[in-house]
């Protein structure tokens, strides 16, 4: 964290963020309206897209934000809101990143339903509003899938680009590596062999379709 950003308002921004990621289902008004209140505390940064964002919910009929969250996350690869899938695709690896991140909830006392996986980036958020400096870290160690998430939303104009604008501005700037790391899984995308996930999460949670948070 920062000196001049308070632990606190970080913790706010990610509960925030949690929840507009989440599927748009039957509480998403009340969200909303949460959220908009909540923004009005934040610094410019993070405050600003978030409130472009409120802004499309709130022009938008339920049903077809729905629809729309299906068409972007459900349907396009680039556009995957687990984490780990940026770094390792369908290998072994996720596998192991999937239960890694299962324990580190399970120390800190989260357990997860039998739909959720640890991955999905609403989960890690929600996760880091409740444990700042463990969720932090996690963040930062899948910086790159976050900013590649981000850049995916934006190039299809996605209203939850601006959800994923806020995320990284909770995070340091990108420099060196992080940024060279971020422009090679861009342009070579996720590791493609297709085993080793089954024991982590049955197949119906596996990208493409993309199973997402609802």
Not at 124 to 131: D, G, M, R, S
Not at 158 to 176: I, K, R
């Amino acid at each position: 964290m920062t000196r001049r950003t308070p632990v606190t308002l970080y913790v706010s921004a990610w509960q925030v963020q949690s929840l507009l990621l989440a599927y748009p289902g039957e509480h998403l008004r009340g969200h909303a309206r949460l959220a908009r209140e909540a923004a009005a505390a934040l610094p410019g940064p993070i405050a600003t897209p978030l409130h472009r964002f409120l802004d499309h919910v709130e022009a938008t009929g339920v049903d077809d934000l729905a629809a729309e969250y299906v068409a972007v996350f459900d349907h396009r690869r680039r556009c995957c809101p687990f984490l780990t899938y940026y770094a390792h695709g369908d290998t072994r690896k996720r596998g192991i990143a999937l239960l890694s991140m299962k324990q580190t909830y399970a120390a800190a006392g989260l357990r997860l339903s039998d739909d959720e996986l640890p991955d999905h980036l609403a989960v890690v958020l929600e996760f880091a509003a409740t444990e700042p400096e463990v969720g932090r870290k996690l963040l930062l160690e899948h910086r790159a899938g976050v900013e590649l998430l981000r850049l995916a939303l934006r190039d299809v104009s996605a209203p939850w680009a601006d959800v994923l604008e806020s995320v990284s501005a909770t995070l340091p700037p990108l420099v060196g590596d992080e940024r060279e790391a971020v422009a090679r899984l861009a342009a070579e995308g996720p590791p493609e062999e297709q085993v080793g996930l089954a024991p982590f999460a049955p197949p119906s949670y596996m990208p493409d379709p993309v199973g997402n948070r609802r």
